[in-house]
């Protein structure tokens, strides 16, 4: 499966912005797919948020309330709706899959992930 983030940008303090993970090659329903940052000079982070083909949902605590990850099937599409930015937001967003036949629960660690994104900039000014 292939993965293409798109969507990020430049936004102010609380304001929003929605990414897309568009897949390709395979079924988005074959996939567990979630959504990582890295900020400028720090290591990449546990999942911010995950999205099970079965509707299941893990939150980081650093974004609950505040992004809501959902997925569209039939366009093979996973969004990101980030609302009430701030400016420790700020990172490169990266979408990344593995096969929901190989893990018994919503993975948090980036190693457990196969298929990588290229990632997307969200800056967000104070």
């Known amino acids: 499966v292939q993965l293409v983030e798109s969507g990020g940008g430049l936004v102010q303090y609380g304001g929003s912005l929605r990414l897309s993970c568009a897949t390709s090659?395979?079924?988005?329903?074959?996939?567990?797919i979630g959504w990582f940052r890295q900020a400028p000079g720090k290591g990449r982070e546990g999942a911010l948020c995950?999205?099970?083909?079965?509707?299941?949902?893990y939150y980081a605590d650093s974004v609950k309330g505040r992004f809501t990850i959902s997925r569209d099937n039939a366009k093979n599409t996973v969004y990101l709706q980030m609302n009430s930015l701030k400016p420790e937001d700020t990172a490169v967003y990266t979408c990344?899959?593995?096969?929901?036949?190989?893990?018994?629960?919503?993975?948090?660690?980036?190693?457990?992930?196969?298929?990588w994104g290229q990632g997307t900039q969200v800056t967000v000014s104070s």
């Open positions: 990344a899959a593995v096969n929901r036949d190989y893990v018994s629960h919503l993975p948090i660690l980036p190693h457990k992930y196969d298929y």
């Open positions: 090659g395979s079924s988005v329903d074959d996939y567990v």
């Open positions: 995950v999205s099970g083909s079965d509707g299941t949902t």
